[in-house]
């Protein structure tokens, strides 16, 4: 209960406010990937100059650290190999993701310095980013950016059209020919077109081509290209929380009143999520958050109807 003065008008009155906190809280704020002057900065610091998938939104770790959460696995970042790059504005920190699909339909990444292959695109993100790093990097406007080319043919780009589509639209992709890429990209493309003709084991290990129908590559052969790079996409740390996606204290006890679900949390992923496994984790504690909730909330306020 508080007593407030008003000022001008009305002056001399006085008015009484009560104020109630009450109800419990499901915290579902998300990561913090594009954090990158903040948490990221703190946690991962050789990871900060990275751009992101991720909007540059403050992490909400600290607000709940100051009620006693608990945090957990906060070094493990996930880094997503494939990011656009838009040719009109490079040095953007917040990248648009190329989705997995693009390679999963026969889609290959060259390096764009000299059109080599080096990779099997179908291995899983921690794998093909490493493959990406380990070569030159090049800094645009304090990024930390890779020079590699996604490529698709036409019938790789058939089968993910509206996706393709899209990305042209947002200028991320064009449709242009092999000529375009480095000077190795027709010997690279024609080995990867006769592998997925014959449906044999590639040099790098892959064995699954899409629908990749491109058979005689030469300069002038249709392809659909974008310039990608590894980017900050997922943080497996955050507050602890159990089963029930009860926000845990430093003695692992369950704080009164307070869930969370979804990626503010951690100790769900280890150190690498699985493609996928976010929405089956968003889904499954979310729930059990908003069930823990609102049993709490019927119990403190009931409903007679």
Not at 213 to 220: A, G, I, Y
């Amino acid at each position: 209960m508080s007593t407030v003065k008003l000022d001008g008008e009305g002056a001399g009155e006085e008015i009484e406010i009560e104020k109630k906190v009450f109800g419990p809280v499901i915290v579902a704020s998300g990561g913090f990937a594009g954090d990158s002057h903040g948490l990221l900065a703190r946690y991962r610091p050789d990871l900060a100059a990275l751009p992101s998938t991720n909007d540059a939104r403050p992490g909400s770790s600290d607000l709940l650290t100051a009620v006693g959460s608990a945090l957990v696995d906060m070094h493990f970042v996930q880094l997503h190999p494939t990011a656009f790059v838009d040719p009109k504005e490079p040095e953007m920190a917040l990248k648009f993701l190329a989705a997995e699909m693009l390679r999963g339909e026969g889609g290959v990444l060259l390096r764009g310095r000299d059109g080599t292959r080096f990779v099997n695109e179908m291995q899983t993100r921690k794998t093909v980013t490493k493959a990406i790093v380990d070569y030159d990097e090049q800094t645009v406007g304090g990024l930390r950016l890779w020079d590699v080319d996604l490529v698709m043919d036409e019938g790789s780009y058939k089968t993910a059209k509206s996706h393709v589509d899209f990305y042209m639209w947002k200028g991320l992709m064009h449709r242009g020919e092999v000529s375009e890429l480095g000077p190795g990209a027709v010997a690279s493309l024609q080995a990867y077109a006769d592998a997925a003709a014959s449906r044999s084991r590639d040099p790098f290990g892959r064995t699954s081509f899409g629908h990749w129908k491109l058979l005689h590559v030469t300069p002038e052969s249709v392809v659909y290209i974008g310039k990608v790079t590894p980017a900050a996409h997922f943080t497996m740390g955050g507050v602890a929380i159990n089963s029930n996606s009860e926000v845990l204290n430093g003695n692992r006890e369950p704080i009164k009143g307070l869930w969370a679900a979804g990626e503010v949390t951690g100790g769900l992923h280890g150190e690498n999520r699985l493609g996928g496994n976010a929405l089956l984790e968003s889904v499954v504690f979310g729930r059990r958050a908003g069930e823990g909730a609102a049993k709490v909330w019927e119990k403190t306020f009931p409903f007679n109807i």
